[in-house]
C-alpha cells in the first residue's frame, strides 16, 4: 500500500512531540501542580490534567497511570488513517506490546498485596480490542482476572500456566514470549515488500535486545545458574546468534558485557551505564534505520510511536523529579531527548 497520506499525517504529528526546552520547562515547576499547569498548555493533555486537577488528584501517581493513555489514542488515531487490512492486522499484533504493559501492572497489583482497588482506576481509558476493560479492573482475585485473560488468545497463556504456582516473573516472561512469537508470526502472515523489510530491522532487534536483557538481568540480580537461564531465552533470532547468546550465558557477571562486545550490538554497549540503556539504543537506532532505508512504509508509524512512548516516559520522568524537588539539570540527564529525528537516550 502506498503511505504517501497517511505518513504525512504521522509526521505533523511527530512535529508536535515535545522538545528539550519543553521538558526544561516542565522540570522547572516547584511542585507537581504547577507542572501539571505547564503541560495542560499542550492540547493532548489539556483534558487528562484539567480531569485529575477537578478530581484534585493531580499527583505524580495518578498522572502515570493517565498519561500512558494518550499512546493509545494515538495509536487508534492512526490506526483510523490505514485502508489496508493485513497492516491493520500486524499493527494490531505490535501494539499488543501496550496492552501486555498494562496486564503486568495490574497483575502485579495481585502478586505484591498493593491495593486492588489500583487496578479499577487503571482499567478507566485503556480500550482493548477485545477485552473487557471494566470486568478486568473489578476481578476480587487473580483467578477471576485470569478468567477474563483466558478469553483472548495471547493472554490465555497466563492462565495456563498459573496452575504451576509461578511467581509474578515467570508470568511477565510468558507474557512477553508470547507477544514475540505472535509479532514474528503476523509479520510474515501480514507484511510484504518495505513493510516486511522494516519491520524486520524494528521486530529483530527488540527481540535480540530482549534476549539480551533478560540474562544480563537474570544473571546479574538474580544469580540464576546457567542451565535455569535457558529457559527464559526466545527461540528467535535476527542478528544475534545462538551462540552468542550461549557464550553470554555461560559467561559470568564479569566477562558479560566482554561478549557482548563481541556482537552487532557493540555499538550499544560501548560507554552504556546499564544494559536497559544499551536496550533501547540499539531499539532506537533500529526505528532510524527501518525510516531511513524504508520511508514509505510502515516504519514512519513505528517510529512515530515509539517516540511517543519516550515522550510519555519522560513526562513521568519529570513528574518523578519534581515531585522529590530535584534541579533541572539533573532531571533533564534522566530523560531521553527528541530532536529531528533523533533520540538521545538515558536509561
Known sequence: MGYGGVNAKVKAMKGRLLSAED????SSSANVHEAGLKLRNFPEYTQIVDSLIASREDNRHMYEQRLISVLDSNYFKIHGFL???????????WFLKREIQIIKYMLGN??????????????????FFDIDMKALGTAENIEEFLDILGENKVFRIVKEIYQNNPSLFEMEIALDFNYYRNLWKAKGKYLKGDDLKAAAIIDGTE???????????LKSYYSMRD????????????????????????????????????????????????????????TNRAYRQAVSRYPDSISVI??????????????????EGVRYSMEPGEIMKRISIQSKGQVRVNA
Open 302 to 319: 513505528l517510529d512515530y510511536l515509539f517516540m511517543k512512548n519516550i515522550e510519555i516516559r519522560n513526562i513521568i520522568s519529570v513528574f
Open 23 to 26: 521538558y526544561y520547562n516542565l
Open 207 to 217: 527481540a535480540d535486545m530482549q534476549n539480551i536483557l533478560w540474562v544480563y538481568r
Open 110 to 127: 495481585f502478586y505484591d498485596s498493593r491495593n486492588r482497588e489500583r487496578n479499577i482506576s487503571y482499567a478507566q481509558g485503556f480500550r
Open 83 to 93: 485502508v489496508d487490512g493485513n497492516v491493520k492486522k500486524y499493527l494490531d499484533a
Open 227 to 282: 542451565e535455569s537461564l535457558y529457559k527464559y531465552v526466545m527461540p528467535l533470532h535476527y542478528r544475534i546468534k545462538p551462540e552468542n547468546i550461549t557464550r553470554l550465558v555461560e559467561a559470568n557477571k564479569d566477562s558479560m558485557k566482554d561478549v557482548l562486545l563481541e556482537t552487532p550490538y557493540a555499538y550499544a554497549f560501548k560507554g552504556a551505564e546499564n544494559v536497559e540503556e544499551s536496550y533501547y539504543s540499539a
